[in-house]
């Protein structure tokens, strides 16, 4: 479904692109910082949800500070052709965060990309293993980048400061 | 510490929250706690660091905005000072170190669609290492929610 995006999607992306207020009524506080009524705000919330612009409203955890201390990217190399197929298989298995399609570059064999997390490293290394055998990939190339330092995770924002 | 409250908020609250006129008393009411409590909570999970935040997650290319994932061989030496120039980038949403000989990972979501590659060149300009650019061509959903 496509939904045309006018000003005022904009004014309240902007609004609320760092987060909900913590007040009893947080969509009327947003109405009230851009102008609009809390009807409004919540018919625009739920229109922008229906087409996909917001893919879901709640909590975004980080997950090292939950325990989770070590992730990797985990990358394979399979068939372009059985990408569709491995994906899902990938994206239905419990300790994946992520499962992305991206295209091959120079000595980056990679085309399927995605993010485990665990407790520890051995705890990740045990997955992927685990994740290998259910999608059929025992044999597929692929290559486990552990994260050894974030430097920055924030939600991108997406509406310059004048708007919010 | 979290307590096995703050569990059932972050495990439940990670799936959605309410459109409605007093969303937090709702979700309260679900959890078994007050519309305060929750409030509170919340306000600590985010104060802590255990939340990112706790908002809209958003599809930027569904609104006009672009994505990309980009990486880069940095020499051990340059690490820092390329991390520097790269983290000072407004459009660079996170960046990770890996270990890898593609060695930094990054994160880089604009308004302008156009804006990504323009990033992108003038990262590879300041750093003078080559910057691979690897969007998504597919995404495949993600039905389970972390459990904590």
Redesign the interface.
């Given at each position: 479904m496509e939904l045309n995006?006018e000003d005022n999607?904009?004014r309240l992306?902007g609004a609320?692109?760092?987060?909900?207020p913590?007040?009893?009524?947080?969509?009327?506080e947003i109405g009230t910082r851009i102008g609009m009524s809390?009807n409004e705000v919540?018919g625009r919330?739920?229109g922008?949800?229906a087409?996909?612009?917001?893919?879901?409203?709640?909590?975004?955890?980080?997950?090292h500070?939950?325990?989770?201390r070590a992730n990797a990217?985990v990358v394979w190399d399979v068939p372009d052709h059985e990408?569709?197929a491995i994906?899902?298989c990938?994206?239905?298995f419990?300790h994946?965060?992520?499962?992305?399609?991206?295209?091959r570059?120079p000595r980056?064999p990679y085309n399927l990309?995605c993010m485990i997390?665990g407790r520890d490293r051995n705890e990740v290394l045990a997955h992927v293993d685990a994740l290998a055998r259910r999608c059929g990939l025992e044999w597929s190339s692929r290559?486990v980048?552990?994260?050894?330092?974030?430097?920055?995770?924030?939600?991108?924002?997406?509406?310059?400061a004048a708007s919010s | 510490m979290m307590d096995d409250l703050d569990r059932a908020i972050v495990n439940a609250l990670q799936d959605g929250f309410p459109i409605c006129d007093q969303p937090y008393a709702e979700a309260a009411a679900m959890l078994g706690t007050t519309e305060m409590e929750l409030i509170q909570r919340l306000s600590r999970l985010l104060g802590d660091g255990v939340l990112t935040r706790f908002g809209p997650l958003y599809n930027a290319e569904r609104f006009g905005g672009a994505v990309t994932l980009a990486a880069m061989k940095v020499p051990a030496k340059e690490f820092e000072s390329v991390a520097a120039v790269v983290n000072a980038f407004p459009e660079v949403a996170h960046n990770y170190a890996r270990d890898h000989a593609f060695n930094m990972w990054f994160v880089v979501a604009t308004e302008r669609p156009e804006r990504v590659q323009e990033v992108l060149r003038e990262i590879g300009q300041e750093t003078g290492c080559c910057v691979y650019d690897m969007p998504k061509i597919d995404e495949y959903f993600i039905g389970l929610r972390l459990k904590v």
């Open positions: 995006i999607d904009y992306i609320i692109q760092r987060g909900l913590l007040v009893p009524r947080p969509y009327a809390e919540m919330l739920e922008l949800m087409c996909g612009v917001i893919k879901r409203l709640g909590i975004i955890v980080r997950h500070e939950l325990g989770y990217m990408a569709d994906g899902p990938m994206a239905g419990e994946v965060t992520l499962c992305y399609r991206r295209p570059r980056w990309f997390h290559d980048l552990f994260s050894r330092r974030r430097f920055k995770q924030r939600g991108a924002l997406y509406v310059e | -």
